[in-house]
T-cell receptor, first 112, second 114 residues
Framework: DAGVTQSPTHLIKTRGQHVTLRCSPI?????VSWYQQVLGQGPQFIFQ???????GRGNFPDRFSARQFPNYSSELNVNALLLGDSALYLC???????????FGPGTRLTVT | AQSVTQLGSHVSVSEGALVLLRCNYS??????LFWYVQYPNQGLQLLLK??????LVKGINGFEAEFKKSETSFHLTKPSAHMSDAAEYFC????????????FGSGTKLNVKP
């Protein structure tokens, strides 16, 4: 069975630009969560979606937004990129909520 | 908000020696607790989880962890380290008021010496 997939693998953007990251959950999983992992730190919770509704939000500015589609895939959008947004963005899927999550390989975003 | 503290950002052990990675959480209500492993340039893999059942939890690759409510701890152990265990390990806790939110510790890099 395919695991969680994320695209793109790597991305380089300039300050002020916008970025969209994509995630496809494991088949049958209806929950998707997004995390930001800055180099040398643990992942920080950004969003959790279940059945296409936002069920949890971390302490991130409104520049960060996400949505979940009818097929349960998800997009994370970040506007007005800052240098500090450079990080590995991880997506995780689960059957329900954040009880047990399976992580994708991540998207490495570099903002210059 | 919940918080997780992992003591020791780097731990080095010899192959065959005991592995002990420490994790303490802050919560008056026992949350769900997890250990994940991350190999370089990869995502996180679930090692084991505590969900208010048995306090001693066994996971994959010979790892286990014990939930101690009195110490608010969930330390990860493995009796005998293997070279393939070298990776970064993260302890995570879910918010008991909102299990949709996860909080990770800052991680412990395990080095295994031959």
């Amino acid at each position: 069975d395919a695991g969680v997939t994320q695209s793109p693998t790597h991305l380089i953007k300039t300050r002020g630009q916008h970025v969209t990251l994509r995630c496809s959950p494991i088949s049958g999983h209806k929950s998707v969560s997004w995390y930001q992992q800055v180099l040398g730190q643990g992942p920080q919770f950004i969003f959790q979606y279940y059945e296409k509704e936002e069920r949890g939000r971390g302490n991130f500015p409104d520049r960060f937004s996400a949505r979940q589609f009818p097929n349960y895939s998800s997009e994370l959008n970040v506007n007005a990129l800052l240098l500090g947004d450079s990080a590995l963005y991880l997506c995780a899927s689960g059957l329900a909520g954040a009880y047990e999550q399976y992580f994708g390989p991540g998207t490495r975003l570099t903002v210059t | 908000a919940q918080s997780v503290t992992q003591l020791g950002s780097h731990v080095s052990v010899s192959e065959g020696a005991l592995v002990l990675l420490r994790c303490n959480y802050s919560s008056s209500v026992p949350p769900y607790l997890f250990w994940y492993v991350q190999y370089p340039n990869q995502g996180l893999q679930l090692l084991l989880k505590y969900t208010s059942a048995a306090t001693l939890v066994k996971g994959i690759n010979g790892f286990e962890a014990e939930f101690k409510k009195s110490e608010t701890s969930f330390h990860l152990t493995k009796p005998s380290a293997h070279m393939s265990d070298a990776a970064e390990y993260f302890c995570a806790v879910s918010d008991p008021k909102d299990f949709n939110k996860f909080y990770f510790g800052s991680g412990t890099k395990l080095n295994v010496k031959p």
